[in-house]
């Protein structure tokens, strides 16, 4: 991109940036540094501003970047992601959203802890969820990185290294001042601009087809050089016997997933009551459901008019798909019209990485502060302003090391990555998450069990796979320690959480409290008593 270019899309982005710092700016003054105002925002959202929210804190740079990249690059198997994460709301809305608001307060631990032994409850939840977090900001910032990599022309490490370092200082004083309150109101507008942006290049991609969608998935299949096994199942997970077991673990870490990620657990807590945290799920799921319809088209559209092989050679694992689509559909690099709309694109992109980043390190400092720090210090007494202080301090502790892992994991797929995310939630989140709220024999070992049997399997089996060594595409190619076939650990690591959370139990010398259980049954089913 020219100069010119490349200043249009800075502002773009400066622009957007001083808005959200603007919405910081104020809300940090009107703040009572309550523990309630800094976790839940006072508990004062709407139903339809809550569901924007979530919409915004879910649709992630692994939305809009990567899975648009993977469907550019791998037809029909890459759109399977969009699936596996739309039908995953499913699961939040049936089995987890009012249950949780009436039975927590901040934080998954808060569920959990109503029934067991707290402290070691509260560490063991507290350190899943900063883990898990810390995998999905990742995400975020290699997507960051390959965005502001191409706005300066540049593939090179310093580019995506100041841009990494630059969303990490920003989410540190998105969370620090402005807290969950804040880090709403920009989700909300996120989520704005992102639909909006969405349906312009939709429109655009399909006026440039006439409206024939087959006639773009036929240019697309012709472009990709695969031919009509672009359209069909089997091109990135139709090999041997190992990348259809790949695909069926990354299918159940995504549906699974969702659940347990923490940061969509605490906007359950912005709402006032059990019934708006529900309202709040069908506004995300109809938002959410029309973003990623808008994906495929967008895929197979960067597919058509940019072809596999350019999005390759940008951003080889395909990250960088819809900004080039938006400049071809602009008329072209060089060009007034492409200038435009690659820079609003390209704004919008990080926009949408800053929200993402804001909401995920506010839900991992209040895990910090609520439940590791107030837990291990309780003989010395922590009240709700230390709390917060403690977040806050956190809060930038979490951005150090994402930037660090971010720098790491540069080259590889945001969705992807995010796969990685949802696959340690499902495992060490879902299994406690749900045997607290289900099952009336769960003891202290056995919710303990349950996190680590699904976290350290999780981790220990990402650590020995394909990602991290022994293969070109590896975060460490040089070596190999790779003894684990798989990419994503879920198939193994999910039921391994589940069976932990049962054998804790049935060998433990604790008789589960039945009072204890009735009371939060009551409460999770009517209310009573919620906080």
């Known amino acids: 991109m020219t100069g010119d270019h490349q200043a249009l899309a800075l502002l773009l982005f400066s622009g957007f940036v001083a808005v959200t710092l603007g919405i910081t700016t104020w809300v940090s003054r009107r703040r009572h540094g309550s523990a309630e105002e800094f ?228 906007r359950f807590y ?60 602009g008329g072209g690099a060089g060009s007034t019209g492409g200038t435009v709309l690659f820079a609003v694109v390209a704004a919008v992109a990080f926009a949408t990485i800053l929200a993402v980043v804001a909401g995920i390190t506010l839900a991992s400092s209040a895990s910090v502060a609520h439940d590791l720090y107030a837990s291990l210090r309780r003989s010395r007494g922590t009240g709700p302003r230390g709390e917060v202080a403690v977040a806050r301090w956190a809060a930038v502790g979490v951005g150090v090391v994402a930037i660090a892992l971010g720098l790491l994991a540069r080259d590889l797929n945001v969705a992807f990555l995010v796969g990685l995310a949802f696959a340690v939630a499902a495992s060490a989140n879902l299994p406690v998450l749900l045997y607290s709220l289900f099952w009336r024999g769960l003891t202290t070992r056995g919710a303990v069990w349950a996190v680590y049997g699904g976290l350290l399997p999780a981790i220990g089996l990402v650590v020995l796979s394909p990602v991290v060594s022994g293969s070109p595409d590896s975060l460490f190619p040089g070596v190999d320690f790779q003894y684990f076939p798989l990419e994503n650990p879920g198939v193994v690591s999910i039921p391994l959480g589940f069976l932990a959370g049962w054998l804790g139990t049935v060998t433990s010398d604790e008789v589960a409290d039945e009072a204890k259980y009735a009371e939060t049954e009551v409460r999770s089913l009517t209310g009573a008593g919620a906080a």
């Open 270 to 329: 912005t709402v006032p009551t059990a019934r708006a945290a529900r309202r709040s799920v069908v506004w995300s799921i109809g938002l959410i459901g029309s973003f990623y319809l808008m994906t495929i088209v967008l895929g197979f559209g960067a597919a058509a008019l940019v072809g596999p092989q350019t999005v390759r050679a940008s951003n080889a694992a395909g990250n960088t798909a819809v900004p080039l689509l938006a400049l071809d559909l």
């Open 39 to 266: 976790y839940a925002g006072g508990r004062l959202f709407t139903p339809m501003e809550n569901g924007f929210a979530i919409a915004g804190d879910y649709m992630s740079a692994a939305s809009f970047l990567g899975i648009s990249g993977l469907i550019a690059l791998y037809g029909y198997d890459g759109l399977l992601y969009g699936v596996g994460f739309l039908v995953a709301w499913l699961v939040v809305l049936f089995l987890v959203a009012e249950l949780v608001r009436n039975c927590g307060r901040f934080t998954l631990a808060d569920v959990v802890a109503a029934r067991m032994s707290e402290r070691p409850v509260r560490i063991a939840t507290g350190t899943s969820s900063v883990v898990v977090s810390v995998f999905y900001l990742v995400a975020q910032m290699v997507g960051a990185g390959s965005l502001v990599a191409l706005l300066l022309g540049r593939t090179g490490g310093a580019a995506r290294v100041w841009a990494v370092i630059g969303v990490g200082a920003l989410m540190v004083i998105y969370v620090s001042l402005g807290g969950m309150r804040a880090t709403t109101w920009i989700q909300i507008v996120k989520a704005v601009l992102l639909l909006s942006g969405t349906v312009v290049l939709t429109v655009l991609v399909l006026l440039r087809f006439h409206g024939d969608v087959d006639r773009l998935l036929l240019t697309a299949a012709e472009r990709s050089g695969q031919g009509r096994a672009f359209l069909a199942p089997g091109l990135k997970y139709g090999g041997d016997w190992t990348a259809r077991l790949d695909f069926i673990s990354l299918g159940l870490a995504l549906v699974l997933g969702t659940a347990g990620l923490p940061h969509i657990l605490s």
